[in-house]
């Protein structure tokens, strides 16, 4: 069975600290690995995408991958109130025709 | 600038109207997908198309169809509406095999009173 599991949280930093965003998956075989950010009443927005073990970084934002123990994670530094969001993990698993998005992590970024 | 477009992008409607919610896109991706949500909750799969004459049902399919005439555009319809439709519609795309993850339209929110 597919699973993509997230903490709904609120995960909740204060402004300026370190947002780790945490999320694993079912399938050992699964390739590709998307975060999106997704403001209230909004649609969610690709912010980050990783294919290969290891770190990602663009800007502010580095996403982890660890194959092997089956978990991708989203680091935000200085965090900023407009990153207050729902961040959605999304993982292309072998087998399955469409994305497997979890149920997100609630991130509130106090001033 | 390519993108992808819904219409409209708030729709209140009576109980029993058909309903037709629209999704273009100018990226030439083959295919598209339509998601249904609620706030605050889950992103739940309605139908998704790999191409041109090509629908596949999701987890939520039962009350609407979908069809795929020409690779930009992807409507959805709704029947019957009924209250239980109140929601936010989401449209996105991507190219064949997903590497790129999907790029998501703004959302139609509907209301059935």
Known sequence: ?111 | EADIYQTPRYLVIGTGKKITLECSQTMGHDKMYWYQQDPGMELHLIHYSYGVNSTEKGDLSSESTVSRIRTEHFPLTLESARPSHTSQYLCASSEVGDSGGYTFGSGTRLTVV
């Open chain 1, 1 to 111: 069975q597919k699973e993509v599991e997230q903490n709904s949280g609120p995960l909740s930093v204060p402004e300026g600290a370190i947002a780790s965003l945490n999320c694993t998956y079912s399938d050992r075989g699964s390739q590709s690995f998307f975060w999106y950010r997704q403001y209230s009443g909004k649609s969610p927005e690709l912010i980050m995408s990783i294919y290969s073990n290891g770190d990602k970084e663009d800007g502010r934002f580095t996403a982890q991958l660890n194959k092997a123990s089956q978990y991708v994670s989203l680091l935000i530094r200085d965090s900023q109130p407009s990153d207050s969001a729902t961040y959605l993990c999304a993982v292309n698993m072998p087998g399955y025709s469409t994305l497997t998005f979890g149920k997100g992590t609630m991130l509130l970024v106090s001033p």
